[in-house]
């Protein structure tokens, strides 16, 4: 039997659509803020599944790279890699070689199993450039371990200080001191955020593919972006989300399972913290509106936390501040018009 052909005068019908590089989270954030459409079409050109070689080029120059992973109870944390140039290397486009392992103690060391999901941020301080690339773990050896890439994203400059690395000692023989576990900050914990002009998030929207595995991101502001305060019992970190890429990949994440971990970094002194715990999204009300340049506000109840001394052998140079924080404000300048617990703590 043969099969008809249409008249020549029928419209071809139109391509397969396109998979959207978004999960469910993200849309929904992306439709809130309303850039619902512009986000699919900058996603769709954007968001590779593999390394152009621009970005694998980028990977080998760094001397180190932040790490999201998850731990067996869901919970993401952000974690820190450190190297020689080189260290990290990219034989092909779906692949990334990262020659460096995580403290024994690190929630990232338990995570590095094959199959699990891992999101890398390459960030380069000095030239203010930024790459992300979400994968699966597929091999781990005693000096390293290899990334399947499954998302390849570049990120613009907004908001990184400007700061350059220098080696204090060499980071194959420096063994990090044991993490200081807790469920709340220390004062020098507490101080070291409340100074702080970056920091790294790590979230997950809980899934194991490509647009739900772990991913992992920049945050800068002025020092005092980040309030810390008590809160029915808890250590609670507020923050404002300001004017991005339009993708909202954390905040689609936080949107679907309430989850972040984020890592400071002491750029002067090497210590490190890293935090994990619930979150949510501030979309209105009179904290928000008293921020500067906020769009929304992020808020992480802590459940854990560990300080590390002299974690990094790297120390960095005075930061350069970024041009867009001009616009933005503190928690101490928002002054009495944010909540109480937030003014307390800011102040």
């Known amino acids: 039997m043969t099969t008809p052909m249409p008249p020549a005068d029928s419209p071809a019908p139109p391509p397969p659509a396109a998979a959207s590089p978004f999960h469910p989270g993200e849309q929904a954030v992306q439709a809130r803020a309303g850039v619902r459409e512009r986000a699919e079409r900058l996603g769709q050109r954007m968001i590779r599944d593999a390394m152009p070689d621009q970005h694998r080029d980028f990977y080998r120059q760094l001397p180190m790279l932040v790490a999201g992973s998850v731990d067996g109870e869901g919970r993401p944390w952000a974690s820190l890699l450190v190297g020689r140039p080189g260290f990290a290397g990219s034989p092909d486009p779906r692949t990334l070689i990262v020659g460096a392992r995580p403290a024994a103690d690190d929630p990232l060391a338990a995570g590095l199993a094959v199959g699990a999901p891992v999101g890398l941020l390459g960030i380069q301080l000095e030239t203010r450039r930024r790459n992300r690339v979400n994968g699966t773990v597929a091999g781990v050896g005693p000096l390293g371990f290899t990334l ?54 790590a979230t997950t929207a809980g899934g194991a593919d490509a647009a739900t595995g772990v991913d992992v991101s920049h945050r800068g502001g002025r020092p005092g972006f980040v309030a810390v305060s008590r809160e029915g019992g808890r250590t609670v970190l507020t923050f404002p989300d300001f004017a991005g890429n339009a993708q909202f990949n954390t905040l689609g994440n936080v ?93």
Do not use: K
């Open 255 to 347: 949107a679907a399972t309430g989850r972040a971990g984020l890592l400071f970094v002491d750029f002067a002194g090497g210590a490190t913290l890293q935090v994990t715990g619930a979150a949510a999204i501030v979309w209105e009300g009179p904290a928000l509106a008293a921020f500067a340049g906020a769009e929304r506000l992020v808020r992480v109840e802590v459940e854990a936390a560990l300080w590390r001394a002299d974690a990094v052998p790297l120390r960095w140079s005075a930061p350069e501040f970024a041009p867009q924080l001009a616009a933005t404000g503190t928690w101490p300048e928002a002054g009495a018009q944010v909540s109480p617990a937030i003014r307390n703590a800011a102040m």
């Open 148 to 201: 399947r890439v499954d998302q390849s994203f570049g990120n613009c400059p907004q908001y990184i200080q400007v700061r350059v690395p220098e080696f204090r000692r060499d980071p194959r023989q420096h063994v990090p001191g044991p993490a200081l576990r807790a469920d709340a900050l220390s004062a020098e914990a507490a101080a070291l955020v409340a100074r702080a002009d970056t920091f790294f998030i």
